[in-house]
T-cell receptor, first 114, second 110 residues
Framework: DTAVSQTPKYLVTQMGNDKSIKCEQNLGHDTMYWYKQDSKKFLKIMFSYNNKELIINETVPNRFSPKSPDKAHLNLHINSLELGDSAVYFC?????????????FGEGSRLTVL | TQLLEQSPQFLSIQEGENLTVYCNSSSVFSSLQWYRQEPGEGPVLLVTVVTGGEVKKLKRLTFQFGDARKDSSLHITAAQPGDTGLYLCAGASNAGKSTFGDGTTLTVKP
């Protein structure tokens, strides 16, 4: 059983389109995250949710809107895609906020904006 | 902003050699983690260190947390091709946030 699963694994789309990435974790964790990994492999936090409540919004453009329907799911919707949004987006979870450093990552969703 | 710098950025060695990767910051962290990431996959947690001066061993990997909890090192003994990957350190704050280092890409040639 995959612990943190995200779909789709690959996304290729045109500038200006809207796309969504879904994430689910079956670990029973309270806290979920979205990270962005750029072409230089640098991982940067975008959002974190704890029990469906937004905790961290790391100065991400308003075009990015996370949604957590329950604590096992955290989706990411991106409006009006730009070339600079091309990256690998990772969903992750941790048991709770006190163990925020011990992250379990999904396999990533590679977004390519043309 | 808490920054974590890793060195070296790239390392290419022969099987059987030893190596050390460093992770340095000017900030103090409540804990520090090391991850390994392979192509096409997400990072996988290797270890967490919490106490200043702490040393943890995981088979041929030895992790050390600096006394001041600002830096860490990862030492691999007798590297094997299976150790190839991107090694990432990350510092965790009490605010529930992890800041990642810029990574060390290790290639171990058979």
């Amino acid at each position: 059983d995959t612990a943190v699963s995200q779909t789709p694994k690959y996304l290729v789309t045109q500038m200006g389109n809207d796309k969504s990435i879904k994430c689910e974790q079956n670990l029973g964790h309270d806290t979920m995250y979205w990270y962005k990994q750029d072409s230089k492999k640098f991982l940067k936090i975008m959002f974190s949710y704890n029990n469906k409540e937004l905790i961290i919004n790391e100065t991400v453009p308003n075009r990015f809107s996370p949604k957590s329907p329950d604590k096992a799911h955290l989706n990411l919707h991106i409006n009006s895609l730009e070339l600079g949004d091309s990256a690998v987006y990772f969903c992750a979870s941790s048991q709770d906020l006190t163990t925020a450093g011990e992250l379990f990552f999904g396999e990533g969703s590679r977004l390519t904006v043309l | 902003t808490q920054l974590l710098e890793q060195s070296p950025q790239f390392l290419s060695i022969q099987e059987g050699e030893n190596l050390t990767v460093y992770c340095n910051s000017s900030s103090v962290f409540s804990s520090l983690q090391w991850y390994r990431q392979e192509p096409g996959e997400g990072p996988v947690l290797l270890v967490t260190v919490v106490t200043g001066g702490e040393v943890k061993k995981l088979k041929r990997l030895t992790f050390q947390f600096g006394d001041a909890r600002k830096d860490s090192s990862l030492h691999i003994t007798a590297a094997q091709p299976g150790d190839t990957g991107l090694y990432l350190c990350a510092g965790a704050s009490n605010a529930g946030k992890s800041t990642f280092g810029d990574g060390t890409t290790l290639t171990v040639k058979p």
